[in-house]
């Protein structure tokens, strides 16, 4: 249910996105909404793809920023335009106004890709970010690494997509000095993926995730991190005479050049993927669950649920933790069953299947963690 301030700027939209003539019979506007973001659209499925890819962003956001932070006043409005009635340039534009609202306008075309989308839906999170904690100057000096990093590791972690192919070797020379890279802001026009590999570098230089979630929590606040990131990561190499922060940059883009050892998730954070996905209590549709998607399957709302997260079920199935792959697949089958419009004993047999999958998946998980603890003979 929007809120009242909601319903007025659903309203609006409307009026704006609907053709001036009053021909758009059946160009009714659709909503979705989580805690960070409502979206609304004029294409049911496309709305709900949308509110669920922004949940993903919020999760891998979530792993480097204060949770607490995210707990906005206000969310995000995103409205998704078809291309005759934008008027910006590019594909997507961000802005904030005052108390803290931010939009985000998204020119909803085919030429629009997995990336940019996710770079558009994780810059408007951060410049919500700055302005909940750091008041309505945030965006000021928001910077751009900590964007490009969360949005191309949101998208990363849907397609398996292993560093090297974010590096262009012929374009290696020109790769910004880690102090310009730190200045760059998110509104700079520049959408290059080296703030993602600033992520990975501090990874490899064995960074933990308290201390780059200390290091991105500085850079939102304003403050420059070079200092702070040369103590970390140049103590790890005291055997190199006067070592340099870029020296180490340039040594980790060419170190990420080489084919990636691990692409797959950890088989918690499979488990607590599938598991989000098959839990519709977070939905607007009240009392929808597993046992209900049969019955419900040709409401429109329903529907248009169900389809988004069958796509991102094939997005994602490449990093799924070989523990849970088979309860990735079961679920997907389970989606299609309801869209395809198999037999009802079909989607009772699928959803037998997915039921144990999934608890074959958490033994798995169980033994192997048992097996790793410390001490164990």
Same mark, same amino acid.
């Not at 939905?283 to 248009?304: A, G, H, I, K, M």
């Given at each position: ?62 792993? &480097? ?62 410049? !919500? ?80 995730? !308290? ?20 103590? !970390? ?120 299947? &997915? ?23």
């Amino acid at each position: 249910m929007l809120a009242p301030t909601g319903k007025l700027i659903v309203a609006a939209l409307l009026a704006w996105l609907l053709p001036v003539s009053g021909s758009g019979a059946g160009n009714e506007l659709r909503s979705a909404s989580n805690a960070q973001f409502e979206i609304v659209g004029l294409d049911g499925r496309s709305v709900a793809y949308v509110d669920e890819l922004s949940r993903h962003i919020v999760e891998v956001a979530g792993r &480097y920023l204060d949770r607490r932070g995210l707990q906005f006043s206000q969310r995000i409005l995103v409205s998704l335009k078809p291309p005759e009635y934008v008027d910006f340039d590019g594909h997507y534009s961000v802005q904030f106004r005052a108390r803290g609202f931010v939009n985000l306008d998204v020119r909803w075309e085919s030429s629009l890709d997995l990336l940019t989308t996710c770079r558009a839906l994780s810059e408007a999170l951060l410049v !919500r970010y700055s302005i909940f904690n750091y008041g309505q100057s945030g965006p000021d000096f928001l910077p751009d690494w900590p964007v490009a990093a969360i949005g191309t590791r949101a998208y990363a972690a849907l397609r398996s997509v292993p560093a090297a192919s974010m590096i262009q070797r012929a374009d290696l020379a020109a790769t910004p000095t880690v102090l310009s890279l730190l200045r760059r802001r998110w509104n700079d026009a520049v959408t290059d993926a080296n703030g993602y590999l600033l992520l990975l570098a501090m990874d490899r230089a064995g960074l933990d995730r !308290r201390q780059v979630r200390a290091l991105i929590g500085q850079s939102i606040a304003g403050h420059n991190i070079a200092q702070q990131l040369a103590a !970390r990561v140049l103590s790890n190499h005291p055997e190199a005479e006067n070592p340099q922060l870029d020296d180490w940059w340039i040594a980790s883009c060419l170190q990420l050049l080489e084919p990636p050892v691990e692409v797959i998730e950890t088989m918690e954070t499979s488990r607590q993927w599938i598991e989000a996905l098959a839990d519709f209590s977070s939905t607007e549709e009240q009392d929808l669950n597993l046992s209900r998607l049969w019955d419900l399957r040709n409401e429109p709302s329903t529907r248009t649920i169900i389809e988004a997260r069958y796509d991102i079920v094939k997005l994602r199935m490449t990093r799924v933790n070989p523990a849970y792959f088979n309860a990735a697949r079961s679920l997907g089958a389970l989606f299609e069953s309801c869209l395809d419009d198999a037999r009802r004993h079909k989607y009772i047999f699928n959803l037998s299947v &997915y039921l144990g999958d999934i608890e074959d998946g958490k033994t798995v998980q169980q033994q192997v963690e048992a097996a790793l603890k410390p001490g164990r003979p």
